[in-house]
């Protein structure tokens, strides 16, 4: 049966990652309140609420699109026990970049997949980056070069542009990084028959 595909996320980030893979699919972004989620969930793991908050995006937008497949997804970065969420402004950008400056830290992202009031499918995967330890110099001009894209994602950095020259290593699959672990999702729809095996 060919069932539509949604992606219930308004990240342009992971609607990239599709339309590049050749995925036909529709937006509808999920109405969740992430802070809530979050906040019920303090004592979890982050691999746990990262989890949580793409199945609740799914089964969200699962409910008023009936015939579709729903793909929700979310991202944690974690920091010797610590959770950072996306800078709400470049002066927040700032303070996180200076915090994660010179250390390791983790990025774990799901992805889940739900029809109807079901979860069919769901995964997770995590990379571990380790920024370089950057002048205030250099931070000041990264957030003038890159801009408001800083604030649009949770590490204030877009790894696939001027982000890179904030790391000294990365170990990880690119796709996690960018929020979405792509193949095991395409393995799923060719699976299911949305996309050709």
């Keep these: 049966m060919n069932r539509p595909l949604i992606l219930a996320s308004a990240s342009r980030s ?16 999920a109405d ?32 008023g699109s009936p015939r579709a497949l729903v793909i929700g997804a979310d991202q944690m970065l974690e920091c010797e026990g610590r959770w950072f969420d996306k800078p709400t402004d ?4 700032r303070r ?35 920024m370089r330890d950057f002048s205030e110099t250099f931070i000041d001009s990264y957030l003038d070069t890159a801009g408001s894209a800083v604030l649009h994602s949770v590490g204030a950095y877009q790894l696939e542009g001027i ?16 929020g979405l672990p792509l193949l095991p999702l395409l393995d799923f729809l060719r699976r299911e028959g949305i996309l050709t095996s």
């Design 14 to 29: 992971r609607s990239s990652i599709l339309t590049a893979a050749g995925i036909a699919f529709d937006i509808v972004p």
């Design 32 to 63: 969740v309140d992430e802070a809530a989620v979050k906040s019920d969930m303090v004592s979890a793991s982050p691999e746990a609420v990262a989890a949580a908050l793409a199945r609740t995006k799914a089964l969200s937008v699962a409910a």
């Design 90 to 93: 470049q002066p927040t950008a």
């Design 96 to 130: 996180q970049l200076l915090a994660l400056r010179g250390r390791s830290h983790r990025l774990i992202s799901a992805v889940a997949v739900a029809f109807g009031n079901r979860i069919l499918w769901e995964c997770r995967d995590n990379a571990r980056l380790a």
């Design 163 to 178: 982000g890179a020259q904030l790391f000294e290593s990365v170990d990880g699959d690119f796709f996690t990084i960018l």
